[in-house]
């Protein structure tokens, strides 16, 4: 053996073991392209526990194991790292995912790959090295990264700040803006400006030359149609591929700005509609019944000044008369939420008092759930009821001669078209209470009821007065009214003898 291959020899044991701890996969090759070694770093990133398994020579490598690029393209074998460094290339950074031809689907390896070419003292080339990094959990953090990216619906696009070039956007941002995305990548910020028009572009420019977190601002962008679009944009430091960049993200103000316009409209109108109404309307609060608001009618209708109503609660204004009503009012809106035409009586600033149909509904204003109340007027309808009532009520003196017919035709006379609120019910009557009521109903006088249930006149006067208390009525007529709205004392009712 010549001292030239004894030297040569011996050099390559030192430079083998040397490698063989290394973390980097490494493989020499011949100049004949035969695959002369492999440490157990570059092994294990091809799966394979002993050299003879990556092949005899490159061209047996290329048929064992199957090489992709990134976006899964199949590499030519010409383009194979270890076909490339056969003819002499050197290389750096060549990213493939190395796969078995035998189980492609089983499992793979990402690289990163450069290559030597190692000469002799005459400068031909003697050992041909293939150096590998295994990055196969980083690529598959910037896989998941990707993927995130893209599906995140909040338009985005991400620059390079060394030369604050745009190097990733995803659909959210082309959708919103319209640009395709050979119009954005590859721009530069001075081209497509994101920071435009933004409400505090300096300190913005600042802090992406400093690559510093851009608080959320608004900003103006400029459409590749020449129009514009407000937006909220802010920026957010990141590393890519072991680059330093700007994550830039995007709230699209139009929907916002259209919601906020058209309710400002709505707004608008029913506060027109709420001051011109010549009905009384008033808007309280639905917890703690204090009112928020009350147009000219309200006012104008009880007397009150604006003043002695805005901020008060309704039961210290204490303009409903009866305070029984008031609280059945209020728990019949809390139970259903609303009403529709509830008869009420009300007591103006001066005394007078005013009969009204309330409607009411529960709206939410900034939030808050409140209780709007439509007051109309009926006090005039009412007194011309009563006067009718009343004439009739003097015939009924002596109501014997009176058909049931003509009686029913009263009672809807007297009836509104409105639901009563929540009161008395015939339970509430005693047997001796409802005995009396149904003679009332059959226009019996006193003495008649006393003799046809054997009691004296006066304790049938006493029970009389009792039943017109419990029905908050005042004469034998509305009585009748009352039962006759409930359906009451049909021709088979008999009272107990």
């Not at 689907?105 to 990094?133: K, N, T």
């Not at 005995?435 to 006067?461: F, H, M, S, W, Y």
């Amino acid at each position: 053996m010549s001292q030239d291959v004894l030297t040569t020899e011996t050099n390559r044991r030192q430079l083998q073991q040397i490698i063989a701890g290394l973390s980097d996969g490494v493989i020499l090759l011949d100049p004949d392209q035969t695959i002369r070694w492999a440490n157990e770093a570059a092994l294990a990133m091809h799966g394979v526990s002993q050299v003879s398994d990556l092949g005899p020579d490159a061209k047996a490598y290329a048929k064992r194991f199957v090489l992709r690029y990134r976006n899964n393209h199949l590499v030519p074998v010409d383009s194979y790292p270890i076909n490339r460094v056969a003819r002499g290339e050197t290389f750096s950074d060549v990213l493939v995912v190395v796969a078995s031809a035998a189980d492609e689907e089983e499992h793979s390896w990402v690289h990163r790959v450069r290559s030597l070419v190692l000469a002799d003292s005459q400068g031909e080339p003697e050992s041909l090295v293939l150096i590998m990094d295994d990055v196969t959990e980083w690529a598959s953090a910037e896989q998941r990264f990707e993927k995130t990216f893209a599906a995140n619906p909040a338009p985005a696009v991400i620059c390079r700040l060394s030369d604050l070039r745009y190097i990733k956007v995803n659909p959210g941002f082309l959708e919103m803006t319209g640009y395709s995305r050979d119009q954005v990548i590859g721009t530069s910020t001075y081209e497509l400006d994101v920071l435009e028009q933004a409400e505090n572009k300096a300190l913005a420019k600042q802090c992406l030359r400093e690559g510093g977190t851009i608080a959320q601002m608004q900003a103006e962008l400029r459409l590749p149609d020449g129009g514009s679009k407000q937006v909220i944009v802010a920026g957010q430091p990141l590393e890519l591929n072991d680059e330093a960049c700007m994550l830039f993200s995007f709230v699209d103000m139009e929907p916002r700005h259209k919601a906020e316009v058209a309710l400002r409209q709505s707004e608008e109108r029913f506060a027109k509609a709420f001051r011109l109404s010549p009905v009384p309307i008033l808007v309280c609060g639905a917890g703690d019944q204090v009112v928020l608001d009350v147009n000219e009618a309200f006012l104008d209708t009880l007397g009150y000044p604006g003043e002695e109503v805005l901020g008060e609660n309704i039961a210290q204004i204490d303009f409903i008369d009866d305070k029984g009503a008031r609280t059945r009012l209020f728990a019949a809106l809390e139970k259903t939420g609303s009403l529709d035409r509830i008869d009420v009586r009300l007591r103006r600033k001066d005394a007078g008092l005013i009969d009204c149909a309330v409607s009411a509904d529960t709206v939410n204003i900034q939030g808050i759930p409140c209780y709007l109340l439509v007051l109309m007027d009926i006090t005039e309808r009412k007194r011309t009821e009563l006067e009718l009532v009343s004439a009739i009520e003097e015939v009924m003196k002596d109501a014997s001669w009176f058909s049931r017919t003509l009686i029913e035709k009263l009672a809807n006379v007297k009836r509104f078209n409105s639901p009563e609120l929540p009161g008395v019910s015939f339970a509430d009557l005693t047997a001796r209470e409802r005995d009396v009521l149904g003679l009332i109903c059959e226009g019996r006088a006193d003495k008649e009821i006393a003799a046809r249930l054997k009691l004296a006149p006066n304790t049938v006067r006493n029970h009389v007065a009792t039943v017109y208390s419990k029905l908050g009525v005042h004469s034998r007529s509305e009585a009748i009214v009352w039962a006759r709205e409930r359906g009451l004392f049909s021709s088979e009712w008999r009272p107990r003898g």
